[in-house]
């Protein structure tokens, strides 16, 4: 079957601007995480949702950065008023939930803030 | 504070050799160690996972070693290919499907 989806591939906006970067995770996956990879960086937890229980936002580095996840499915994070330091790799990943650890992740979105 | 520290940051092996990558955690209550793969452009992959009940795995040509009175698990890759030249993390979880700490990643590359 198909893997994690993530949309747009490459994103470049100016400062300041709201971006939106989408993410389908596997189908019957029922935990989405959001990770930040930065140049030269690990990767950094952002968000976590596991079913239907309140997310995980304690990874996010600033109320700047939110996220949704619509019927347990398809995610958002949005990103208000970006900032160059927000330029990164946004990564989305899925799992099974409580069945698997295994973090299946997407390709990622490349976000350029000039 | 950073959980899981990584080293080697860059490794070149000649073909046929072995590669070892370094981890080493803090929070002793981690109990799912996972090493990932990750070739540019892509995604990280999962490559293979250990939990600290046992003190190594090996699947095909990658062994991971654990230490658990050390807290440092390693990544072995045996007969290196330059195949397997990319960008490799280790991370660490509390518990079941948590979020993962990664590790900085190593970039490894083998030469012919």
């Known amino acids: 079957g198909a893997g994690v989806s993530q949309s747009p591939s490459n994103k470049v906006t100016e400062k300041g601007k709201d971006v939106e970067l989408r993410c389908d995770p596997i189908?019957?996956?029922?935990?989405l995480y959001w990770y930040r990879q930065s140049l030269g960086q690990g990767l950094e937890f952002l968000i976590y949702?596991?079913?239907?229980?309140?997310?995980?936002k304690s990874g996010l580095p600033s109320d700047r950065f939110s996220a949704e996840r619509t019927g347990g499915s398809v995610s958002t994070l949005t990103i208000q008023r970006t900032q160059q330091e927000d330029s990164a790799v946004y990564l989305c990943?899925?799992?099974?939930?409580?069945?698997?650890?295994?973090?299946?992740f997407g390709p990622g979105t490349r976000l350029t803030v000039l | 504070q950073q959980q899981v520290k990584q080293s080697p940051q860059s490794l070149i092996v000649q073909k046929g050799g072995i590669s070892i990558i370094n981890c080493a955690y803090e929070n002793t209550a981690f109990d799912y160690f996972p090493w990932y793969q990750q070739f540019p452009g892509k995604g990280p992959a999962l490559l293979i996972a250990?939990?600290?009940?046992?003190s190594e795995k090996k699947e095909g040509r990658f062994t991971i070693s654990f230490n658990k009175s050390a807290k440092q698990f390693s990544l072995h890759i045996m007969d290196s290919q330059p195949g397997d030249s990319a960008t490799y993390f280790c991370a660490a979880s509390l518990q079941r499907n948590t979020p993962l700490v990664f590790g900085k990643g190593t970039r490894l590359s083998v030469i012919a």
């Open positions: 990943a899925s799992s099974l939930g409580s069945a698997s650890n295994t973090q299946y």
């Open positions: 949702f596991q079913g239907n229980s309140a997310p995980d």
């Open positions: 189908s019957g996956h029922t935990a």
């Open positions: 250990i939990r600290p009940d046992v």
